[in-house]
């Protein structure tokens, strides 16, 4: 779906839809032009062609074309950040989905099925709207749905999506458990995409339970061998071996990989981890031999920012818990509390995740 052949034919599609008045025609063009660009993640444009190509859907009154719009809108939108039209967008393609009259189109269009995608991209989008819990259901929903379909791609298309929740939601033994079946299904099928995507996954899971080396040997392997033309989710990644690195601590080759980050994010337009980027960057500089704690005050008041802005709760949890554990140490207890608290609170579900139960430990200490 990334390569430039690809591309060029869909462009020259879309002209020729258009010099002739076949609308028809046009909108299937515009779902692959737009698929097209989110997988070379250029975003902006993929937007715009999704936006098109909702408007049509909507003027058109066709329920699965607009399930097709709904759901090929709202995927750019969570890696462009914009997180709650993303959910919207999602959960509408998925409550117009259809098995019987929609499940075609993974055959037809090489990809995974759209109701698998629409649930798997919703779990995500719920994520960072801080549903934790929610996101799990959803995702389970996702793989559900895959398991009921004869369509290898949607199956390991859903259980690599699941792990990207569990990884979300800091389940690291889980998520390297089940990356092994993942991994072999993949190579089994020949989808070599989504066995690089499981072999940094994996490395991930490593790393989250203590064995940083494996993990980043795994990642960087993951890296080498994801194919030509699919640049999406460079910076969550990036960002995920910066803080492997930290775990080593090697906090130079840590920022390094951060600053790489950033300028994939701001060429790309992929903001969705961007404030998680900076908070990294705040907890990398604290770790210098000589820590460079102003600077990272400031990385930390731009993720808090930039989460607020995305309405992204469980990033502006994890950075309203580095600048409140920052002032702690300054024995600004009271300031870190104040900032804390409210957003803590705001939490109705996912309290038995990391992040939560990590916020509520300092709380408890700053009381």
Avoid: N
């Avoid at 290898?152 to 458990?177: D, M, N």
């Avoid at 920022?255 to 960057?281: M, N, S, Y």
């Amino acid at each position: 779906m990334g390569s430039p052949r690809s591309g060029h034919a869909y462009t020259r599609a879309r002209g020729l839809c258009r010099q002739v008045g076949d609308t028809p025609q046009l909108l299937s063009v515009l779902w692959g032009l737009s698929a097209f660009s989110t997988a070379r993640a250029e975003l902006q444009t993929a937007r715009e062609q999704a936006e098109e190509l909702f408007r049509l859907a909507q003027d058109a009154q066709d329920p699965t074309l607009l399930q097709r719009a709904h759901m090929q809108l709202g995927v750019p939108l969570v890696y462009l950040g914009e997180v709650a039209p993303a959910r919207a967008h999602l959960e509408q393609g998925s409550a117009l989905y259809d098995s019987q009259q929609h499940h075609a189109m993974a055959f037809h269009w090489g990809g995974a099925d759209p109701g698998v995608q629409c649930r798997s991209y919703a779990a995500q989008a719920l994520w960072l709207l801080g549903y934790p819990d929610q996101a799990l259901q959803w995702s389970r929903a996702a793989l559900t749905l895959a398991q009921e379909l004869l369509h290898p791609f949607s199956l390991a298309y859903a259980l690599s999506q699941a792990i990207v929740v569990h990884q979300l939601r800091r389940e690291g033994r889980t998520a390297q458990e089940q990356e092994e079946e993942v991994i072999a299904l993949c190579t089994e099928q020949g989808f070599p995409q989504l066995v690089a995507m499981g072999t940094i996954l994996r490395g991930w899971g490593l790393a989250a339970q203590g064995r940083a080396e494996e993990g980043i040997a795994q990642m960087h392997q993951g890296l080498a061998t994801t194919p030509r033309g699919t640049g999406l989710g460079r910076p969550p990644v990036l960002a995920q071996l910066a803080e492997a690195y930290w775990q080593t601590g090697q906090t130079e080759e840590g920022l390094q990989l951060l600053a790489e980050a950033l300028t994939v994010l701001d060429e790309t337009g992929e903001r969705w981890w961007e404030a998680e980027v900076h908070r990294l960057k705040g907890e990398l500089l604290l770790r210098r031999v000589m820590p460079d704690v102003y600077q990272a005050e400031t990385c930390f008041q731009h993720a808090l920012a930039l989460a607020r802005r995305q309405q992204a709760k469980s990033l502006e949890l994890r950075a309203a818990r580095s600048l409140a554990r920052l002032w702690q140490q300054q024995g600004k207890r009271a300031a870190a509390y104040e900032l804390l608290a409210p957003i803590y609170g705001w939490f109705t579900e996912g309290f038995d995740t990391a992040d939560l139960q990590e916020a509520r430990a300092l709380l408890d200490a700053l009381a």
